[in-house]
T-cell receptor, first 109, second 114 residues
Framework: GQNIDQPTEMTATEGAIVQINCTYQ??????LFWYQQHAGEAPTFLSY??LDGLEEKGRFSSFLSRSKGYSYLLLKELQMKDSASYLC??????????WGAGTKLIIKP | IAGITQAPTSQILAAGRRMTLRCTQD?????MYWYRQDLGLGLRLIHY???????GKGEVPDGYSVSRANTDDFPLTLASAVPSQTSVYFC?????????????FGPGTRLTVL
């Protein structure tokens, strides 16, 4: 079966750095996405990785290791508005997105 | 209209009733998707359409049907609603169904079936 694993919940302090991990087992791999979802709102795109390595985009970076079936999302200089759920999704061999259940990130002052 | 719109925003429905959730996009995207999101579970694909005139089944298609008569609209119909279909439904679209294509989501419909 196909599986995406993420921690259910994480807590971090405003101004700090947090790393949200995602491991996956899917039938094929055609890219990995990270989305942000605020409570009661739609998911919004954050990043896309298809090759191994780090993609940096402002305060957010995403890393991929295809051989390990592993990715992480790194958030720097945390702000209160970063309190949200972060969804990891993998595009499989059928080009469908398989989604993790999401990691709820709580930012404390 | 800018992006994707969904209607209604929320709905309470009696079991056994028929319901159509509407989705319209103005980005001229070829591919469209319907997901449901339940607490503790990831988004699950119900149906998809890679281009106007074609549809396909996702992970959880039973009890749902879709049509794609044109590029902009992708309605989802529950023929006879059941309580297990209580969920938040998101419509999404992408330029194509290619590997790098980002999916953009509508605001969602919160559906309660009693």
């Amino acid at each position: 079966g196909q599986n995406i694993d993420q921690p259910t919940e994480m807590t971090a302090t405003e101004g700090a750095i947090v790393q949200i991990n995602c491991t996956y087992q899917t039938s094929g791999f055609n890219g990995l996405f990270w989305y942000q979802q605020h409570a009661g709102e739609a998911p919004t795109f954050l990043s896309y990785n298809v090759l191994d390595g780090l993609e940096e985009k402002g305060r957010f970076s995403s890393f991929l290791s295809r051989s390990k079936g592993y990715s992480y999302l790194l958030l720097k200089e945390l702000q209160m508005k970063d309190s949200a759920s972060y969804l990891c999704a993998v595009r499989d061999s059928n080009y469908q997105l398989i989604w993790g259940a999401g990691t709820k990130l709580i930012i404390k002052p | 209209i800018a992006g994707i719109t969904q209607a209604p925003t929320s709905q309470i429905l009696a079991a056994g009733r028929r319901m159509t959730l509407r989705c319209t996009q103005d980005m001229r995207h070829n591919a469209m998707y319907w997901y449901r999101q339940d607490l503790g579970l990831g988004l699950r694909l119900i149906h998809y359409s890679n281009t106007a005139g074609t549809t396909g089944k996702g992970e959880v298609p039973d009890g749902y049907s879709v049509s794609r008569a044109n590029t902009d609209d992708f309605p989802l119909t529950l023929a006879s609603a059941v309580p297990s279909q209580t969920s938040v439904y998101f419509c999404a679209s992408s330029e194509t169904s290619g590997s790098a294509d980002t999916q953009y989501f509508g605001p969602g419909t919160r559906l309660t079936v009693l």
